[in-house]
């Protein structure tokens, strides 16, 4: 795995992972650990791999959202196999471990301790210019500090888009307006999560770095066919 963490508040701990592509079972260009059901992968590899990810955090199945690129934010209390359009996921239940899938987009995890709450979020290009991050807050009720995760994914210097896409985004979040190395329009995803967590006063901590640049990591914009990691939290209630 490439990251793995926890925090503990009162009665309450959150733990919380991001994987790598490393330690699963598939083959190809989904060697090996990858989660993502809609890639063409075998379906038995990726179940396996799965319940492999929800092992680092005790738990036996991760509760997944259908994600679309969009701001709906889906309340999960158990895990459902036919998982809701969303992309983002947020439970007051624990033991439920949820799962963001990525390569490339921005995982984000949230803990909201105060509130017996923990979240999980997908944002590319499109999910930072919806403010699917503030769609995510919106469902918490802090009475204390939130921690918020910011996982791997593209960095600027790696992510060309067009003058068009950068300004639609810019015109959300100006901090996600960038530039590609050679200087052409780029999206800083990662920068846009970390200025919309910022504008509700929460500190996000960036986890690993480009997906692009880094082998051990699954890139769509890369490969094309590749696979997905995770990103997954968990929330617990000390027994006694
Ligand atoms: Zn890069």
Redesign the pocket.
């Known amino acids: 795995m490439l990251a793995h963490g926890r925090v503990d508040e009162g009665d309450l701990s959150a733990e919380w992972v991001f994987t790598d592509r490393h330690g699963g079972v598939s083959a190809g260009p989904y060697a090996s650990l990858n989660v993502g059901g809609a890639v063409d992968d075998d379906p038995r590899a990726v179940g396996r791999n799965r319940a492999i990810v929800a092992s680092y955090v005790g738990a036996e199945s991760l509760a997944r959202v259908h994600q679309v690129h969009g701001r709906a934010v889906a309340r999960l209390d158990r895990v459902l196999d036919e998982p809701p359009h969303a992309d983002a996921s947020v439970t007051s239940t624990p033991d439920l471990a949820l799962v963001i899938q990525t390569a490339d987009c921005v995982p984000v995890l949230l803990a909201d301790l105060s509130g017996g709450q923990v979240a999980g979020i997908h944002a590319g290009w499109r999910g930072v210019a919806a403010d699917v991050v503030g769609a995510a807050l919106d469902q918490l009720d802090p009475a204390g500090p939130v921690h918020a995760w910011v996982g791997p994914a593209?960095?600027p210097?790696?992510y060309e888009v067009s003058e068009q896409v950068r300004d639609e985004v810019a015109a959300v979040v100006p901090a996600a307006a960038s530039s590609t190395r050679s200087g052409t329009p780029a999206v800083d995803v990662r920068a846009g999560v970390l200025a919309q967590l910022a504008s509700r006063g929460i500190a996000g901590t960036l986890i690993g770095g480009?997906t692009?640049?880094s082998p051990d990591l699954f890139s769509f914009r890369r490969d094309g066919v590749t696979g997905r990691q995770a990103g997954v939290i968990v929330m617990r209630r000390r027994d006694g």
């Open positions: 593209i960095c210097g790696c480009c692009f640049e």
